[in-house]
């Protein structure tokens, strides 16, 4: 770990679980802070805002600023900026869409270049997917933020992005643009907003698919800790290695 100047760290699982903080994350972060390490904290997820994703770690006691957080409609930004598509056409819920108006992005009836996607929940309707269609057909590039099939919500399982990123797939006959975990545009954008190269960076994640194995195929060094999601017959059946294991998040200071 000599060589490595950096960490992107996931949220859910490593630094807290459900609301509670993870023993011990406080006073690592605190370390890696004294140590002088960069570090960006990175979520998939595609309903929150990064506003609201800092307000929610206050309260479990991490006081964070909001650029310290790299997640799908950051990342989405960055290469919306880099391949010039604006204006753009969102289907993204009324938080998320904060991101995209700080970053001077909006969406306009006429001229639409992309269409993004994430998981906006009651915003998705038939006549917001067929205009969204619509404008796919016209020519606008499909970006999704994630291809999540489903994810656990409070009251049971419900839809995430994924298949409705695939009908549109299906009914124009194009290939989304994905961006979140574990793309490799994820990755290098968040490297860059460090300004660091792939081998100066660890990730650490409770997701052998989409931390370690996208940290892997990034070309960075990748630390699985066995809370959260991690189970060990998924990280068995994988095939996918880990540079390091580590116990939880607390567990770092060991590899330092």
Known sequence: MKDVKGFLIDLDGVLYIGDAPVQGAHETLELLRKKHYQFRFVSNTTRKSRRTIVERMAKMGFLIQEEDIFSPPIAAREYMKNTRKKPCCLLVTKDVERDFEAGGTFSDRHGIECVVIGDAGDRITYESLNAAFRHLMNGAELIALEKDRYWMSPDGLSLSAGPFVSALEFATGKSATVIGKPSKTFFDAALKDMH??????????????????????AGMKSILVRTGKYRKDTLNNSGIKPSYIIESFAHLVELL
């Open 196 to 217: 660091l190269q792939p081998d100066q960076v660890a990730m650490i994640g409770d997701d052998i698919i989409t931390d370690i194995g996208g940290a892997n195929d």
